[in-house]
Nanobody, 120 residues
Framework: AHLVESGGGLVQAGGSLRLSCTTS????????MGWYRQAPGKERELVAA???????TYADSVKGRFSISRDSAKNALVLQIDSLRPEDTAIYYC???????????????WGQGTQVTVSS
């Protein structure tokens, strides 16, 4: 599958962004979609993920501020980010997998990423 992210940008702390991910190509039987992020000098981190049955998981650092949603018919994904903090600054990647576990996202399809920068 080919994934394309959009919606990143520069925002002040406390602000909001809405990241979107659209898919094309071999998108049959996608089970789980999610968002990873990677900040300079840090390891890649799973931020949020959603399965086809709408169950979700979030990193502890974003709970209550980030919300993931999915249009299964379109295999599109949205990440609503509120109350942004400087430590949220990172490249955000959309991922998708046919696998059964959130950990399968790492070995799935990835987008090119969208930069989110939060100023203090």
């Amino acid at each position: 599958a080919h994934l394309v992210e959009s919606g990143g940008g520069l925002v002040q702390a406390g602000g909001s962004l809405r990241l979107s991910c659209t898919t094309s190509g071999s998108i049959f039987n996608i089970n789980i979609m999610g968002w990873y992020r990677q900040a300079p000098g840090k390891e890649r981190e799973l931020v949020a993920a959603i399965a086809s049955g709408s169950s979700t998981t979030y990193a502890d650092s974003v709970k209550g501020r980030f919300s993931i949603s999915r249009d299964s018919a379109k295999n599109a994904l949205v990440l609503q980010i509120d109350s942004l903090r400087p430590e949220d600054t990172a490249i955000y990647y959309c991922t998708a997998t046919q696998g059964e576990d959130y950990t399968d996202l790492v070995r799935g399809s990835w987008g090119q990423g969208t930069q989110v920068t939060v100023s203090s």
